[in-house]
């Protein structure tokens, strides 16, 4: 079954840490974003790739990171530099173009901790 | 206002019973998205409406679009205790040259057995 695959489910950060989100997909799709969730909110955009070795800075991309090497796949860090990294984390992905006129297809989240 | 926002943002009802969610918006669309997220997973894609389209079914779903008022709807027929879920619309907007989709905070649906 194709779909998006985002590892691991819960991740714990230590002060002074980068830590690597992992999202994977097999759905042949151009387009892959991160979300932040954060409890009785809506989703936050912190970046996009439209396209492999290309990507965006969404609305909220201090601290963070990502790669786009391959299509299949768009890591996220959450650098030391994000002071509030405590949240529920979602990977999303879609076909084609215009991309805001696709349906995203979601992970099952990363929810991430600090000890 | 956001963008997209639900309203309510808590609705409790009984099994059997349709419920109703609303989205307002601020700028004009080509398209709203509807999606439902059960506890702690990802959300779902539900339905897609196109700005020249007025209402659209899918099984138990029927939503409504009215871009004079800039609203939407979402109605849940004969609820299932299985509905229970928070439900998101989602708008696109263009920002920076880059068209990316934005979402409401969302109405959490119980529906009790």
């Known amino acids: 079954d194709g779909g998006i695959t985002q590892s691991p489910k819960y991740l714990f950060r230590k002060e002074g840490q980068n830590v690597t989100l992992s999202c994977e997909q097999n759905?042949?799709?151009?387009?892959m974003y991160w979300y932040r969730q954060d409890p009785g909110q809506g989703l936050r955009l912190i970046y996009y790739?439209?396209?492999?070795?290309?990507?965006q800075k969404g609305d909220i991309a201090e601290g963070y990171s990502v790669s786009r090497e391959k299509k299949e796949s768009f890591p996220l860090t959450v650098t030391s530099a994000q002071k509030n990294p405590t949240a529920f984390y979602l990977c999303?992905?879609?076909?084609?173009?215009?991309?805001?006129?696709?349906?995203?297809?979601f992970g099952d989240g990363t929810r991430l901790s600090i000890l | 206002s956001q963008q997209g926002e639900e309203d309510p943002q808590a609705l409790s009802i009984q099994e059997g019973e349709n419920a109703t969610m609303n989205c307002s918006y601020k700028?004009?669309?080509?398209?709203l998205q509807w999606y439902r997220q059960n506890s702690g997973r990802g959300l779902v894609h539900l339905i897609l409406?196109?700005?020249?389209?007025r209402e659209k079914h899918s099984g138990r779903l029927r939503v409504t679009l009215d871009t004079s008022k800039k609203s939407s709807s979402l109605l849940i027929t004969a609820s299932r205790a299985a509905d229970t879920a928070s439900y998101f619309c989602?708008?696109?907007?263009?920002?920076?040259?880059?068209?990316?989709?934005?979402f409401g905070k969302g109405t959490k649906l119980t529906v009790n057995p």
């Open positions: 999303a992905s879609s076909f084609g173009q215009p991309y805001s006129n696709q349906p995203q297809h």
């Open positions: 759905l042949n799709h151009d387009a």
């Open positions: 409406i196109r700005s020249n389209e």
């Open positions: 989602a708008t696109p907007i263009t920002q920076g040259g880059s068209e990316k989709l934005v």
């Open positions: 790739s439209q396209i492999v070795n290309d990507f």
């Open positions: 700028t004009s669309i080509n398209n």
